[in-house]
C-alpha cells in the first residue's frame, strides 16, 4: 500500500519538527527571545500576565494595559502594595489607538509601541528605588538600553507609592 504524502502530510511532518526543535531549545535552556533591556532579562511567559488596569493617553493617542505576574497579583490581593514585594513585576504594553473599522467610535489597539516592564529586587536595583526599569521598541521588540534614570525621574510624583502609577482597576468578584 502507498501512504498518502501530499502538500498537507508534508506539512505536518514539518510543523512537528519546528515543535521538536522548540521543545528542544527550551530545555537546553538557551537564551531567551530578545537581549535584556537595561540589564533586567525578557520577562518570559510575561504575555499571559494577569491585567491590573487599562489607560487611554489622551495627549499622544496610545491604549495601554498594564499587567501583573502571580507575585503582584498576590500582592494587589493582600494589599501588599507599598512596599511591592521582591519578585513582584508590572508590564505596561502600549498601542497606537485607532478606530475600530466594525464600531469607529470604539478605539482599539493598531500598532504596538512598546512593552516596559518595572521588576521588583530590593537589593539588585537598590540605587533605582528597588526596581529594574526595561522596555523593548516596537513588534521586533528591540531592547532599549539607555539607562533606568529617565524613568525613575518621570515616576518620582509617586515616589510615595513606591513609584508605581497605576491604581488596580476594581473587577467584580
Ligand atoms: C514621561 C514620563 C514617563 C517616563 C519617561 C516613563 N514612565 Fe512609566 N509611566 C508613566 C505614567 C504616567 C504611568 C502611568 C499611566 C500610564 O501610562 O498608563 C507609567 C506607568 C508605567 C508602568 C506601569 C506601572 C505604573 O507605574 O503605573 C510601567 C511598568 C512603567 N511605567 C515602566 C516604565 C519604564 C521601564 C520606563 C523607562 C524605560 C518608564 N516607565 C518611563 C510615566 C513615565
Redo the contacts with the bound molecule.
Keep these: 500500500m502507498r501512504l498518502p504524502w501530499n502538500g498537507w502530510t508534508a506539512w505536518m511532518a514539518a510543523g512537528g519538527l519546528l515543535l521538536l526543535a522548540a521543545s528542544g531549545a527550551t530545555e537546553a535552556g538557551s537564551a531567551p527571545a530578545h537581549p535584556p ?2 540589564g ?1 532579562p525578557w520577562p518570559e511567559g510575561w504575555q499571559e500576565w494577569a491585567t ?6 489622551t495627549d499622544n493617542g ?1 491604549l ?1 494595559v ?1 499587567l501583573g505576574n502571580d507575585a503582584a497579583m498576590a500582592a494587589i490581593r493582600e494589599g501588599r502594595t507599598n512596599p511591592w514585594p521582591d519578585g513582584a ?4 504594553v ?1 498601542w497606537k489607538a485607532a478606530p475600530s473599522a466594525d464600531w469607529p467610535a470604539a478605539e482599539v489597539p493598531e500598532k504596538l509601541v ?1 512593552a ?3 521588576v521588583k529586587d530590593s537589593s539588585r536595583w537598590a540605587e533605582t528605588g528597588g ?5 523593548w521598541v516596537g513588534e521586533e521588540a528591540a531592547p ?1 538600553d ?1 539607562g ?1 534614570a ?6 518620582e ?2 515616589r510615595d ?1 513606591d ?5 488596580p482597576a476594581p473587577f467584580p468578584r
Design positions: 533591556s537595561n533586567v491590573v488596569a487599562v489607560s487611554h493617553r496610545t495601554r498594564i513585576a508590572l508590564a505596561k502600549v512598546h516596559e516592564f518595572m526596581w529594574g526599569w526595561a522596555r532599549y539607555e533606568p529617565a524613568c525613575v525621574a518621570c515616576h510624583p509617586v507609592r513609584l508605581v502609577f497605576t491604581r
